[in-house]
């Protein structure tokens, strides 16, 4: 049975950083198949992935994060995401995903992955 659960939320002011982490067990995943997504409160979870790992290694992130998070993957069954200079927009439930079933190129395209972690809270105070 796969399961994905995600580690190292919490409290943080603005300005800080924190680091996730996801554990996959029952199988691994390659770093092109797994992503980051999250859900901030009263809304829907984002449709379009906070960080990816291509094909070819490179990374991709969305706008409102880009220069600030980091995502790798250090063990076949581990996916970070290094998440620095958090504002109050930031705020929200992270998930990991895994098992891409849909890429577009490079990519997995949108939220197109069969399993899903429960989150981990980030709470980011001004």
């Known amino acids: 049975q796969v399961r994905l659960v995600e580690s190292g939320g919490g409290s943080v002011q603005a300005g800080g950083s924190l680091t996730l982490s996801c554990a996959a067990s029952g199988r691994t995943f390659p770093q092109y198949s797994m992503g980051w997504f999250r859900q901030a409160p009263g809304k829907e979870r984002e449709r379009v992935a906070l960080?990816?790992?291509?094909?070819?290694?490179?990374t991709q992130y969305a706008d409102s994060v880009k220069g600030r998070f980091a995502i790798s993957q250090d063990t076949a069954w581990n996916l970070n995401l290094q998440m620095n200079n958090l504002n109050p927009e930031d705020t929200a439930v992270y998930y990991c995903?895994?098992?891409?079933?849909?890429?577009?190129?490079?990519?997995?395209?949108?939220?197109?992955?069969?399993?899903w972690g429960q989150g981990t809270q980030v709470v980011v105070s001004s």
């Open positions: 995903a895994a098992d891409c079933n849909e890429y577009s190129g490079n990519y997995c395209h949108g939220p197109n992955f069969n399993y």
């Open positions: 960080a990816l790992i291509g094909r070819d290694g490179s």
